[in-house]
């Protein structure tokens, strides 16, 4: 009886943590381990809620109790994860390696496998990784993730070969983003421009994107381009001290120095210790009194 109440109270605690209402899932679960104190689906759970709350060492235990009653391959996974947030890379491999040898065909073993290389600068690895997710499932995500791998590595081409290679529906911003930086590091303004109107097309408040596209514009000597966009961005982000330097920058490359010292007064009165745009304040009045 306790252990059909278990299961219940677990799996109300479930929907709570899938609702992001941690503190009443936390309480379901405690009552699930109450009455069921070796039911792996709860230990688990418990390992989850607290890597949620960067509690990763009682996380750790959680996932390690849970492994203890069945060894299931996700479990082992969870732990890999735990062990990465402490840094311990090579644990966090081994845990990886074991859900594998479970299950061979297990895909949350091999992306966080392939995300762990990432982070330990494995790159040959996690390209290994996700082209054999990709060769198996023939998702575009996962060409998209192989994409990423290579701009890290600026290989341009190849990570435009992926993105190109994958059909790009609606509301994929995020694709578009990534074609048009690979094209402006080709030196393809023209494609790089088209690629970031693509994606804000599908996403008209994407700050970082409006930026790169002024950077373009700037690049192929469009100020007037650039600085609407900067203008735009900052409409969107008013506190955006980092547009405003980059404006104000904009600005005194043109001559225009009382436009300049504006923005970055407006900058600095938001992050007066900001280097860049204490920097640029000091060329601009020199600048001013030499006139």
């Known amino acids: 009886m306790d252990k059909e109440k278990a299961i219940e109270r677990n799996n109300q605690g479930a929907r709570y943590f899938l609702n992001r209402q941690y503190d009443k899932a936390l309480a379901f679960y405690q009552e699930a381990v109450d009455l069921d104190p070796s039911n792996p689906s709860v230990l688990n759970n418990l390992?989850?809620?607290?890597?949620?709350q960067k509690a990763y060492r009682k996380a750790l235990s959680f996932f390690e109790k849970a492994y203890s009653f069945a060894q299931?391959?996700?479990?082992?996974?969870?732990?890999?994860?735990?062990?990465?947030?402490?840094?311990?890379?090579?644990?966090?491999?081994?845990?990886?390696?074991q859900a594998l040898e479970l299950d061979p065909a297990h895909k949350g073993a091999r992306v966080s496998q392939a995300q762990?290389?990432?982070?330990?600068?494995?790159?040959?690895?996690?390209?290994?990784?996700?082209?054999?997710?990709?060769?198996?499932?023939?998702?575009?995500?996962?060409?998209?993730?192989?994409?990423?791998?290579?701009?890290?590595?600026?290989?341009?081409?190849?990570?435009l070969n992926q993105l190109h290679g994958i059909q790009i529906e609606d509301g994929d911003a995020l694709a578009w983003r990534m074609i048009g930086q690979c094209e402006y590091q080709l030196k393809n303004f023209g494609l790089a421009i088209k690629a970031f109107k693509m994606a804000l097309a599908e996403n008209p408040d994407q700050v970082d994107v409006r930026q790169h596209l002024a950077v373009t514009y700037l690049a192929?000597?469009?100020?007037?381009?650039g600085i609407h966009q900067l203008e735009v961005i900052l409409r969107l982000d008013p506190e955006n001290f980092q547009v405003m330097?980059?404006?104000?920058?904009?600005?005194?490359?043109?001559?225009?120095?009382?436009?300049?010292?504006?923005?970055l007064d407006k900058a600095l009165a938001i992050r007066p210790d900001f280097p860049k745009a204490q920097h640029y304040k000091k060329l601009a009045e020199t600048a001013q009194q030499q006139r």
């Not at 390992?47 to 949620?52: A, E, I, K, V």
């Not at 996974?77 to 081994?94: D, F, P």
């Not at 005194?252 to 010292?261: C, D, I, M, R, S």
């Open 47 to 52: 390992g989850l809620y607290y890597h949620q």
């Open 72 to 97: 299931k391959p996700h479990f082992l996974v969870n732990q890999g994860n735990a062990l990465a947030m402490l840094g311990k890379y090579a644990e966090a491999s081994r845990s990886y390696e």
């Open 116 to 159: 762990l290389s990432i982070h330990t600068g494995d790159y040959q690895q996690a390209i290994l990784t996700w082209k054999t997710l990709l060769m198996e499932e023939g998702d575009s995500q996962y060409a998209i993730e192989l994409a990423k791998v290579y701009m890290k590595l600026e290989s341009w081409e190849k990570a």
């Open 220 to 225: 192929i000597g469009k100020g007037a381009d």
């Open 245 to 263: 330097t980059e404006l104000a920058v904009v600005f005194l490359g043109q001559g225009e120095k009382e436009k300049a010292v504006f923005w």
